[in-house]
């Protein structure tokens, strides 16, 4: 097996140090590092992006334009963690499990752009319904969600972590713009941005996100039963991603945002009220997993022709 050359371009960030530690002690891969005080030499990037196979772009969304830029080797391929080019063309969507030929898209891409965190699960839960007709396109869809505050960054992180009594519960983007919603739209394959309010709570990593729906107002006013049937049948056999087993209950704990942490997992879970013709979809992973850097790794494995689950953890 041919060893790959990896260099993460800010591994010193929350996401780029998950990736390394993913990534650290496989013997497939070599990576490459730049000296602390070269972070900011571009001629020293410049050399380590061109010198690799795979570059992983952990970096804000002008570094990232920038570091692609400085990239002139045709043979070096690219994953970049940041927004700058989610939704550009000539970009594989890196989130193998969106359609059925998505791992066979990132792994023949060149460029890959890796997710963001909260996009992913409403893509998972709304994409499915709309392919198959049961939600259309023109729906008004809401997505409600909760992240650990890792999801902030460094900042963030250091604000909560010395804070002697941190916000329980911190709603954000109230002005409701967000970098994720070009992405949310263009893949759940929505014709209007949703209405998304995010939050932030005090724990360290872990998601929930919220997509409720006015079955009533849908044509053929489906049962909450029938969204479920959709999505276990299009998530049946994937690797990361599965659905629980419907079933009607007023709390569940495994309801809990941290249940997959540091897994490249995400399950589904589907509630319903038929009487009042109402659905809620749930989806439960790490924002800092399968959001962001378990995702990064999942579609490098995809990107070389490894096994989908090499260097990641399966169990919770």
């Not at 490459?32 to 571009?42: C, F, G, H, V």
């Amino acid at each position: 097996m041919t060893t790959a050359r990896i260099f993460i371009d800010g591994e010193a960030g929350t996401t780029g140090l998950q990736i390394r530690e993913r990534l650290e002690g496989r013997s497939d891969v070599e990576l490459l590092s730049i000296a602390p005080e070269k972070r900011k030499d571009a001629a020293e990037r410049r050399r380590l992006l061109n010198d690799a196979d795979v570059a992983i772009l952990c970096l804000p969304d002008e570094a990232a334009i920038e570091a692609v830029s400085l990239i002139e080797n045709p043979q070096t391929r690219v994953i970049d963690a940041s927004s700058a080019h989610r939704v550009k063309e000539g970009w594989a969507y890196g989130f193998p499990e969106m359609t059925r030929t998505q791992s066979s898209a990132i792994a023949e891409a060149r460029f890959v752009a890796n997710p963001g965190c909260y996009p992913q699960g409403l893509i998972a839960t709304v994409r499915p319904l709309v392919e198959t007709g049961l939600l259309p396109a023109g729906t008004p869809v809401t997505l409600n969600a909760l992240s650990g505050y890792s999801g902030g960054g460094r900042k963030m992180i250091e604000d909560y972590e010395a804070a002697e009594d941190p916000a329980p519960f911190m709603p954000y983007a109230l002005t409701l713009k967000h970098k994720h919603l070009p992405e949310m739209r263009a893949y759940a394959k929505l014709d209007h941005d949703p209405l998304f309010q995010p939050a932030v709570g005090a724990f360290a990593q872990g998601m929930l996100t919220f997509v409720p729906l006015q079955l009533w107002s849908l044509p053929g006013r489906p049962k909450a039963k029938q969204l479920f049937d959709v999505l276990a049948d299009r998530y049946d056999g994937e690797t990361f991603l599965s659905v629980a087993p419907y079933e009607t209950v007023d709390r569940i704990p495994t309801l809990d945002p941290r249940i997959f942490n540091d897994t490249n997992r995400m399950r589904i879970h589907v509630f319903g009220n038929d009487d009042r013709e109402q659905a809620l979809l749930v989806a439960v992973y790490d924002n800092l997993g399968k959001g962001a850097s378990g995702a990064a790794v999942q579609n490098l494995n995809l990107m070389l022709g490894r096994d989908e689950t090499t260097g990641l953890v399966m169990a919770a």
